[in-house]
């Protein structure tokens, strides 16, 4: 095998005609490839594992989660990473690509072009000092620093800079300063979080994954009072769609909007928690349960 960016051949010597060959050719370094490689070695076979990207692992080694159990999915290539890399059998050839196979059932010749990875990766350790020196192409291009597309009003201002020292020695302070931005506007201004990205020198997009996430965060002003209106499996088979249409129709909104006084905010949740109480709202953290179509108009007159 020649490792040093030319060709390589990886066969070895015919035996006869209907013996077979001693080693077994693996294309594609996903979970698939390196499970199928452990097997064939264990089996008693050479295996080449080709890979064109520069590491194996192929789409798992960038879950999260795996379906449908949710398990961990890094807990469950880890092993098997670890495994092919210290198996003496397995020859990875990463950054490789498959350019002919010739031969027949039994007794293949491929011939595999390996990339250069312009590194000694036997003495490789990643810390990065080689891209400043090298002479060639590798010219680092660092990100102007992120400017907010305008700037904050006064009372905006003094509202963040009292959010972010109460965070500032905090480590991990971000949903605590986004819930405080959230009690200070009711939602989360897009400005405040471009000002808030340039405090915390971290990336807009960053806090908007975040905050994306949970559905306590809204990104538009909302009202006075905020309707919650259960959709889980439960309360939706006991007639919640029934309830947020009765509501939309009084309101006058869709889910999601607020009402034209400011007073209702309609919004449709996941779940409340409150299965055995189903249909079920929240209304201000004030729960409801067992609702029929003909109790929501008393119910609102509650709130003003």
Known sequence: MNGNGGQAVAAVAPAGEQELSGS?????GGIAGIQASIDLSAAGFHVYLVEESPTIGGGMARLDKTFPTGDCATCIISPKLVECMRDLNIEILTMADVLT????????????????????????TGCGDCIQACPVRNVVQTPDAYTPSQPLTEDDEVKLTAVCSRHQSDPGGLMPILHDVQHEYGYLPRLVLEHLAQRLEVPVAAILRVASFYDEFPFEPVGRHVIEVCSGTSCYARGSRALLERLADKLGIGAGETDKDG?????????????????SMRIDGESFGRLTPDRLPRILERFE
């Open 263 to 279: 007073r209702f905010t309609l919004r449709p949740v996941r779940c409340l928690g409150l299965c055995a109480l189903s249909p």
């Open 24 to 28: 077994v050719l693996v294309c594609g």
């Open 101 to 124: 196979l010739d031969g027949v059932a039994g007794h293949f010749t491929a011939k595999v072009r390996k990339r250069p990875r312009s590194v000694d990766a036997e003495k490789c």
